[in-house]
């Protein structure tokens, strides 16, 4: 389960987020009790031949099937995709980038360059060979103006002659220099600490070109070689897909790390209602487990949990822009109202997150602080200040700004003295979205902000993602979470020029402290750490949109699967997983 796939298996579950042990993971849950869930699960038997391994897909919502690393917008699909294509290069417990992975990665910060070497002899799970043009290859489908993804932003661009190649200026990239068939070098603008961590700024994508190349860069996303025959050189390979449902894989006997243990694995879309029940009863080996379950499951007889600390923080985002996908930049509109920062610090403020901890969570997830989660110690501020509740603040900063409510209704007018109603997107999903959905509007509500739910109701993660990527005039307000990969580099969530800045915000303090973190000075970590506290200060001052918990992942394993790890950078190989029954135990 080596390095990057592991990662992505981590996708799957549901976080709670408290603090770390050595060698396992400790939360204090509501009732004042200390667990604690170890990152390694081991269990004893005589292994079968092969087996079907039962991975269970917690969520309300279908993935989306975009089902290529460069084009999926979700950790769903993500990690759908992983199982069959883990990437060039493999990372150890920091995310730093080293050569565990299929590439070997060697970097001249002198030079500004990047060796990427790739072994002869390999091939795609449809036989054909592997060579440095499939890794290539990204750069020329992510930097074309046909592109439909949202992966063209710094990291690509300075890449020596992206922006020709974007433009239409030149045909060819010209940092991008192929050496032999399995070697290439990149040559950079600029050479950032972010370039040796894993999902930063050295592209990790590697695809098959011979199959891709032949599809018009704008219909990419809606091929058979991508929703429907996914082909890569992963682990497993794709046997059958029902879309958004069900995947099943079946061993890759030409795996270059070797063939797996187990025959197939068969992934199945489960509500997070009936997970636990589907679980106890003995249907899934692998699942994520919901927080606001916890009651039902903290004693399992016939599987154990694992839990690990998750790069993961969940958000309530302000719509205050658009995309300017001919410029490949946001534009921040300063007349919306949610672009008013005394809006969104009261709003901030109006949110009692340590009581929906306690009520929905059972104590495991964290309020948070800051956009970077403690998961990157050496960068979180553990003591920034954040918001805590206090509505009484969040109205005297709507009445300092000038926000008043004229016609005595409850709602403050905007600062021409009209009446306005904010828009919140929130998505559907288990049991608690609906409460907490209109427990945040109520809050909002009692500080005199008038706030609706988008279209009356909740909306399914397609649809959501969908409307805010498309920068729907509908939505204002939004609840979502980021996964931040390896990198801490705030750039490719924040950045003018990154498609995943969904807020559409920009400032030009926000470009320089950016631009602070990823400055040549910034190797040095005393530089580094203070440039990233100088930015978490700054946002928790601006908030384009508010932090609201930490989580760590907590994971469901069967007692039939031998070994199952959770540690960032573990060694198990999927050669090394067995199992110890014909089908999952049974409570």
């Not at 694992?306 to 958000?315: C, F, I, L, P, T």
């Amino acid at each position: 389960m080596k390095k990057s796939l592991k990662k992505a298996l981590s996708m799957f579950t549901v976080g709670f987020a408290i603090s770390a042990a050595i060698g396992g993971t400790v939360a204090q849950v509501a009732n004042a009790q200390t667990v604690e869930f170890p990152q390694v699960i081991e269990n004893e038997g005589e292994p079968i031949e092969g087996g079907t391994l039962k991975f269970a897909f917690v969520s309300d919502t279908p993935w989306a099937g975009l089902l290529n690393n460069m084009l999926w917008t979700n950790s769903s699909d993500a990690a759908v995709v992983d199982f069959i294509n883990p990437g060039l290069y493999g990372f150890d417990e920091n995310y730093t980038i080293d050569n565990s992975g299929f590439a070997d990665v060697e970097f001249n910060q002198e030079e500004k360059t990047v060796k990427i070497t790739i072994p002869e002899g390999h091939v795609w799970h449809d036989g054909e060979p592997i060579t440095i043009d499939d890794a290539i290859f990204p750069y020329y489908v992510i930097g074309h103006p046909d592109y439909t993804g949202i992966r063209y932003g710094d990291y690509f661009t300075n890449v020596i002659g992206m922006e020709e190649y974007h433009n239409g200026d030149a045909e060819e990239i010209e940092g991008l220099e192929r050496v032999d068939d399995y070697t290439m070098v990149i040559h950079y603008k600029e050479f950032s600490n972010s370039m040796l961590q894993a999902g930063g700024a050295v592209c990790n994508y590697i695809e098959p070109k011979h199959i891709l190349e032949d599809i018009p860069v704008a219909d990419l996303e809606d091929s058979d070689a991508v929703r429907q025959n996914p082909v890569g050189f992963g682990p497993f390979k794709v046997k059958s897909i029902t879309p958004g449902e069900a995947v099943v894989y079946e061993a890759f006997d030409e795996y270059y790390r070797g063939r797996p243990a187990i025959d197939e694995i068969l992934l199945e879309r489960v509500s997070p209602t009936n997970v636990v029940a589907e679980l106890k009863a003995g249907n899934y080996d692998i699942a994520s487990l919901p927080a606001n379950q916890w009651e039902q499951y903290q004693d399992p007889t016939n599987f154990q949990i694992a839990g690990s600390v998750d790069n993961w923080y969940s958000y309530t985002g302000f719509q205050m822009g658009t995309w300017n996908a001919e410029t490949s930049e946001v534009e921040y509109d300063e007349t919306r109202v949610v672009s008013n920062k005394a809006i969104r610090q009261a709003m901030a403020y109006a949110i009692d997150n340590v009581a929906v901890s306690e009520r929905f969570f059972y104590g495991l997830r964290q309020p948070a602080n800051s956009h970077i989660p403690p998961f990157f110690k050496d960068y979180h501020n553990f003591d920034q200040e954040g918001y805590s509740y206090n509505p009484e603040k969040a109205k005297e900063i709507l009445a300092e700004a000038g926000f008043e409510d004229k016609d005595g209704d409850g709602f403050v007018e905007d600062l021409d003295g009209n009446p306005f109603t904010l828009k919140y997107a929130f998505m559907s999903g288990g049991e608690i979205a609906e409460p907490l959905s209109q427990y945040h509007l109520q809050c909002w509500a009692d500080v005199g902000i008038h706030v609706e739910l988008v279209d009356g109701q909740l909306l399914d993660m397609n649809n959501f993602y969908d409307r805010l990527e498309a920068d729907d005039p509908d939505i204002d307000v939004f609840a979502a979470s980021w996964i931040t990969g390896g990198d801490p580099n705030p750039t490719q969530f924040y950045g003018p020029n990154a498609g995943f800045n969904m807020y559409r915000w920009r400032t030009e303090e926000h470009d320089q402290l950016l631009a602070a973190i990823n400055s040549p000075d910034a190797f040095d970590p005393e530089v580094r750490q203070k440039a990233f506290y100088d930015w978490q200060a700054y946002m928790i001052e601006e908030i384009p949109c508010f932090p609201t918990f930490y989580s760590y992942s907590l994971t469901a394993v069967n007692n039939r699967v031998s070994n199952w790890d959770t540690t960032v950078g573990n060694d198990l190989e999927w050669s090394e997983i067995k199992l110890l029954a014909d089908s999952p135990v049974a409570e």
